[in-house]
Nanobody, 125 residues
Framework: VQLQASGGGLVQPGGSLRLSCAASGFTLDDYAIGWFRQAPGKEREGVSCIRSSDGSRYYADSVKGRFTISRDNAKNTVYLQMNSLKLEDTAVYYC???????????????????WGQGTQVTVSS
């Protein structure tokens, strides 16, 4: 099982980026995919996640209305479209794969089994 995160970069406030998480060794139907971020000196936090079995999605309050998670089953890839970026969105972003049982939360890092390498997102003027 491998996850490859990409798409980070430097963007001005108000700008947009699209992160990609390409999965190999398994299909998206087998796991939920979560996006997490970690800023210097802060704990890793759940940003968004998607469950393929029923299309359920979660967004942290801090990104609701600005970020959109989606998947492309043909490419076995999950995307995180980030719009209206703010300075406080600056962090290393990670994608992860794990179970998301019905009735539980998908925002806790410890519930995920597999992690990709991070991709840096810097929002700066």
């Amino acid at each position: 099982v491998q996850l490859q995160a990409s798409g980070g970069g430097l963007v001005q406030p108000g700008g947009s980026l699209r992160l990609s998480c390409a999965a190999s060794g398994f299909t998206l139907d087998d796991y939920a995919i979560g996006w997490f971020r970690q800023a210097p000196g802060k704990e890793r936090e759940g940003v968004s996640c998607i469950r393929s079995s029923d299309g359920s999605r979660y967004y942290a309050d801090s990104v609701k209305g600005r970020f959109t998670i989606s998947r492309d089953n043909a490419k076995n890839t999950v995307y995180l479209q980030m719009n209206s970026l703010k300075l406080e969105d600056t962090a290393v972003y990670y994608c992860a794969a794990g179970p998301w049982p019905f009735g539980s939360s998908c925002r806790w890092p410890h519930t995920y089994d597999y992690w990709g390498q991070g991709t840096q997102v810097t929002v700066s003027s």
